[in-house]
């Protein structure tokens, strides 16, 4: 079976550009989870899908965020404009299940460079 | 106050040895609790939940005290390819945010 999937696996870009990550999640997993890891810190949650309904995007750092999941299957992740301090490996998870204890499978992450 | 906090290590650990380490977290209301491996440059992948009675999987033991809100693991007979950095992780019942600590970076010695 094929895991998490995330594209592009490393970015590079300038800053006021705009970058855009996608995942595909395990097929069958109604929940979707995108998580940042920023040089230094801890990975931190930035939001949580149901199917194509946010269902918590309280990790959201701003409104220069967006996230989407039409059709309820892959997910992409736009950062519009990027700054500086976006720089860091956006990791991409899914669960079948929405309970706490369900383990959630991360994909292998997209490595981004604000310059 | 960070929602979960690790000593980041290194933990230098020669071959065979046990290596032993916990976590704390802030929130009372955490309910589920995982350790997660993660390799340089990869994606976390879960090692193992944590059950309120404590639980083992081979080598590895984890516990869980609520009362103190830590949680911790151990390995036993290392082997070279435990080298990774372990994540606490917890979960507040009700929500699937995963709040995670910085990791405890383990270094098996031959």
């Known amino acids: 079976e094929a895991g998490v999937t995330q594209f592009p696996s490393h970015s590079v870009i300038e800053k006021g550009q705009t970058v855009t990550l996608r995942c595909d999640p395990i097929?069958?997993?109604?929940?979707l989870y995108w998580y940042r890891r920023v040089m230094g810190k801890e990975i931190k949650f930035l939001l949580h899908?149901?199917?194509?309904?946010?269902?918590?995007e309280s990790g959201m750092p701003n409104n220069r965020f967006l996230a989407e999941r039409t059709g309820g299957t892959y997910s992409t992740l736009k950062v519009q404009p990027a700054e500086l301090e976006d720089s860091g490996v956006y990791f991409c998870a899914s669960s079948l299940r929405t309970e706490s204890t369900d383990t959630q499978y991360f994909g292998p992450g997209t490595r981004l460079t604000v310059l | 106050r960070k929602e979960v906090e690790q000593d980041p290590g290194p933990f230098n650990v020669p071959e065979g040895a046990t290596v032993a380490f916990n976590c704390t977290y802030s929130?009372?209301?955490?309910?589920?609790f995982f350790w997660y491996r993660q390799d340089c440059r990869k994606e976390p992948k879960l090692l193992m939940s944590?059950?309120?009675s404590g639980n083992e999987d081979g080598r590895f033991t984890a516990q869980l005290n609520r009362a103190s809100q830590y949680i911790s693991l151990l390995i036993r007979d290392s082997k070279l390819s435990d080298s990774a950095t372990y994540l606490c992780v917890v979960s507040v019942y009700g929500n699937n945010r995963l709040a995670f600590g910085k990791g405890n970076q383990v270094v098996v010695i031959p």
């Open positions: 929130n009372s209301a955490s309910q589920s």
């Open positions: 944590v059950y309120s």
């Open positions: 097929s069958g997993h109604d929940n």
């Open positions: 899908f149901v199917k194509e309904s946010k269902q918590d």
